[in-house]
């Protein structure tokens, strides 16, 4: 069973959350460019490699059940708006659940009450991390549709993930689907961050023991790889369940423009960067698993 953080109790984890959803904003790492946290979780190792990484966002309308929700390995949800609530029977045999509300977030770590889930409301800002295969349902009995964010990392593909909306008018959007053929062993940290590139910069992306999915959310930027290996998938989420997914490998030296929806798999060791040339900030969100003790890479950590 995997720990996140260091177990305080049978279902109580340590969890590095962001105080609410959307509410960091780091200092300019470079002109023109502007850093926002949407969040921050760290688990203490990983499902091994090759592992599958996904991001998802779902929105419930009021009234609707997402039921029989399966995890594997690890799913980080953090609610963007409105409230919810979690339901999960499947909490004896060694599963480990953690939960954080918002309220109770702060910069460092803190615990969560001891709580089984079996019924829990979940509100904006709060996160949920599963660890260990698991169920649970999540349904909306507010007034207003609620969305949350599912951050997977599993040894496993998830199924089903193509952009639809069911008989029920739940939306469920893939944002970033992407194969990794390692991750750190040691402690990791999920990231997710919203970077926004001004006219005529540009975004380094520096060498890292983990893999990073680089999602363009509005803009047309161009991105080159100086070395190692990263591939780019365009319009994610709208292909048909049909369509054979071609992945498209980067060539060294080499600058490719993306558009909306496009996402850039950076695998460990790999160096590139991300520019701007039009006349409108570029938005990119990058999810990033990277190791909680080794900042910088070298070939074989």
């Known amino acids: ?18 105080p609410s959803l959307g509410a960091s904003v780091s200092a300019e790492t470079e002109q023109a460019v502007t850093t926002r946290t949407i969040l921050s979780v760290q688990v203490a190792d990983a499902p091994p490699a090759p592992a599958y990484l ?11 059940i997402n039921r029989n929700i399966a995890t594997d390995g690890i799913w980080c949800i953090a609610v963007e708006s409105g409230s919810l609530t979690l339901e999960s029977p499947d909490v004896s045999g060694g599963k480990s659940v953690g939960f ?26 709060d996160i949920l991390v599963v660890v260990d ?3 649970y349902t999540m349904s909306n009995a507010s007034a207003d549709s609620s969305t949350y964010l599912e951050i997977v990392i599993a040894s496993r593909a998830t199924v089903g993930l193509v952009r639809h909306i069911s008989l029920d008018l739940i939306v469920v959007d893939p944002i970033a689907i992407a194969k990794t053929d390692l991750l750190p062993a040691d402690p990791i ?24 999915i680089l999602m363009v959310r509005a803009g047309t930027p161009s991105t080159v790889i100086a070395s190692g ?13 049909t369509t054979a997914v071609m992945d498209q490998t980067l060539v060294s030296g080499k600058p490719l423009t993306l558009n909306e929806r496009d996402q850039v798999v950076v ?15 570029a938005i990119v969100w990058a999810l990033s698993v990277v190791s909680v003790t080794k900042r910088t890479y070298s070939p074989g950590s």
């Open 1 to 18: 069973m995997r720990r996140i953080r260091w177990s305080l109790a049978k279902f109580v984890v340590l969890l590095g959350v962001v």
């Open 100 to 125: 954080l509300r918002a309220a109770d977030a702060l910069p460092s770590y803190r615990s969560a009450a001891p709580n089984s889930l079996t019924l829990e409301t979940v509100n904006q800002g």
């Open 267 to 281: 695998q460990p060791g790999a160096i590139g960067e991300v520019r701007n040339s039009s006349t409108d900030p």
């Open 133 to 135: 295969p698991t169920s």
């Open 189 to 212: 940290e999920i990231r997710l961050e919203e970077i926004v590139i001004g006219q005529g910069s540009s975004l380094a992306i520096p060498a890292s023991a983990g893999p990073r």
């Open 54 to 64: 996904a991001l998802v966002r779902t929105v419930l309308p009021t009234g609707t």
């Open 229 to 241: 290996i990263a591939t780019v998938r365009h319009e994610v989420g709208i292909d048909s369940p």
